[in-house]
């Protein structure tokens, strides 16, 4: 049975059993394993809107899907596993592109025909010596990867929309890597773009944080050079400072999480008051994997401080970390399990302090979940879609 545990806090467990998804449709979706999925969403006005889901295979197609699992169109994207798939909604991408990654070492973009829901023509790619288990793409242009070496590259995409005579869209983008590193002598699983950071996890069990060495630092001496770096970086925005003009350093001694790390999401960060500055650190979740299967909260109240603020622990290797309310973690696990997690009944996370008592119930289990391991979960308003061997499976979704 699992148990939930709290650090600094008293803690009562108690058994919810509020079911959040039903079951409405099962395809067979790829000739081999579905590995990973991404939504999208097209608001028409206030009450009606356009839902799709992606899916990548371990045969190299993306695959997309309507909200009532209908197949809308196919694309051979890479020539061996898609590992990972991207609709950036933020600028500069506006959800006109689609990023994929896969074992065959390409990042690639892609034309989103939001229209015809289909991933339209190859707009850029880059080739890295090994293949691609993680990518996460900045709110800014930058998209980061990594691969089972340890290897973290980080690469700078331009892009541009514009309109043809007859209304269609050209889309255009190009490509640079701005830089490579090594972040861990193991695999890295896990990115996260915070702030101005770069946040690493994988197998060796840390979390580290990592951006340029000290701007003032590197211009001491007075050299032209790190004058004009110094110059360059200060007149960047987002996160161009971080990776573009200096080589990124780890800033914040490495977390150790004691098991390897799969996926990290970033959560309850505070947001800036008239009485309080935002918090650069904020709040990270991670998951770690069996036998000690569990899924941590980590809080960063300064540059050198990082500690578990709550954990609780899963049946199994977590794959998928949702949060659908701020309150409700979900996880989709090696068991094939699909597990609720309200994470506290009376108020954010974000705002206790060690002196709270808080209700932190056991988890509610998604009745008819798969056999297989369930390898990548998305959520989008009212619809849910999990992956499992070669299905997807399309679930109704209540708040």
Known sequence: KATVSVLNWKAERVQSSRTMLSLAKVVDAHDDGVMCLAAWERHVDESESTKCVLSGGMDGLVKVWTADGVEASDKKCHRETV????????????????VTAGDDGFVKVWGWEAGALSVGKK?????????????????????????????????EATLSVTAEEDGAANKACTLKQVNNFVGSMEAINALLFVGNGLWTGGDDGFLRRWEVDDIDAASDGGSDAAESKKEEAEQAEGVAAVFTSLAPTCNLPALEVGQD???????????????????????????????????????????????VLLSFQTSDWARALLF?????????QDDGKILFFPVSDEEDPAQMSGEKDIVVPEFTPVPDCPENEVMDLVILGDLAVSTSDTTVRFWQYTA
């Open 83 to 98: 590992n990972k798939i991207m609709i950036p909604k933020d600028a500069p991408w506006n959800g006109e592109f689609v």
């Open 261 to 307: 790390v799969n996926v990290m999401v970033n959560v309850f960060v505070h947001q800036p008051t008239p009485e309080k500055e935002a918090n650069p650190y904020g709040f990270l979740w991670c998951s770690v994997a069996a036998p000690q299967a569990g899924v941590s909260l980590w809080q960063k109240r300064h540059a050198v401080e990082g500690y």
């Open 324 to 332: 659908p309310s701020p309150l409700t973690a979900v996880t989709a």
């Open 123 to 155: 707009l850029a790619e880059a080739k890295e010596d090994g293949g691609i288990n993680a990518m996460i793409v900045a709110t800014d242009n930058f998209i980061a990867t990594s691969n089972d070496s340890g290897e973290v590259s980080i690469y």
